[in-house]
T-cell receptor, first 111, second 114 residues
């Protein structure tokens, strides 16, 4: 059973702080990793993708991948109240199979 | 570019009625996915298609659920007869291919079965 695990939260951080969201997955052969943001009542929106070990930065967002430890994380620097949402981690375990989603971590940025 | 288009956005109907949800994927995307999202179970994959062919429908909860993709630009998810426990948000998503590519989601259909 392919699984993606996330802490459901809520994770509360003050405005301006770094928010750290973590995700673990169950299969070492996983290839592709994605972070989606979902505002309440809206659809998931892709914000980051990462395919190789290390860090990938895009604006205030940094995705970190460690395949040996089977975890992927998302750091949000200078958190803003507008970052308050549920963040979904998604993994493609092998080519030509669909994404497996975690249940998401709810982030609340307090002004 | 137009994204994934779903209709209707909201549907309220009585138990026992047939419900049909519609989806138009992004042009050029060969893979289409139907999801159901609830607070308890999160985002569940119901079925997905590659090049209009159903590949895996193991997530379809019961025979009351069926999905079709008659052409590359249209898919339907049908529930007949509907039950209150089918109430959820149903998302359609598409991607260029299945592997290594993220999916892009439509706005969803919020379904309430009374």
């Amino acid at each position: 059973q392919k699984e993606v695990e996330q802490n459901s939260g809520p994770l509360s951080v003050p405005e301006g702080a770094i928010a750290s969201l973590n995700c673990t997955y169950s299969d070492r052969v996983s290839q592709s990793f994605f972070w989606y943001r979902q505002y309440s009542g809206k659809s998931p929106e892709l914000i980051m993708s990462i395919y190789s070990n290390g860090d990938k930065e895009d604006g205030r967002f940094t995705a970190q991948l460690n395949k040996a430890s089977q975890y992927v994380s998302l750091l949000i620097r200078d958190s803003q109240p507008s970052d308050s949402a549920t963040y979904l981690c998604a993994v493609i375990y092998s080519g030509n199979t669909p994404l497996v989603f975690g249940k998401g971590t709810r982030l609340s940025v307090i002004a | 570019d137009a994204g994934v288009i779903q209709s209707p956005r909201h549907e309220v109907t009585e138990m026992g009625q047939e419900v049909t949800l519609r989806c138009k994927p992004i042009s050029g995307h060969n893979s289409l996915f139907w999801y159901r999202q609830t607070m308890m179970r999160g985002l569940e994959l119901l079925i997905y298609f590659n090049n209009n062919v159903p590949i895996d429908d193991s997530g379809m909860p019961e025979d009351r659920f069926s999905a079709k993709m008659p052409n590359a630009s249209f898919s339907t998810l049908k529930i007949q007869p509907s039950e209150p426990r089918d109430s959820a948000v149903y998302f359609c998503a598409s991607s260029p291919t299945t592997g290594d590519q993220p999916q892009h989601f439509g706005d969803g259909t919020r379904l309430s079965i009374l």
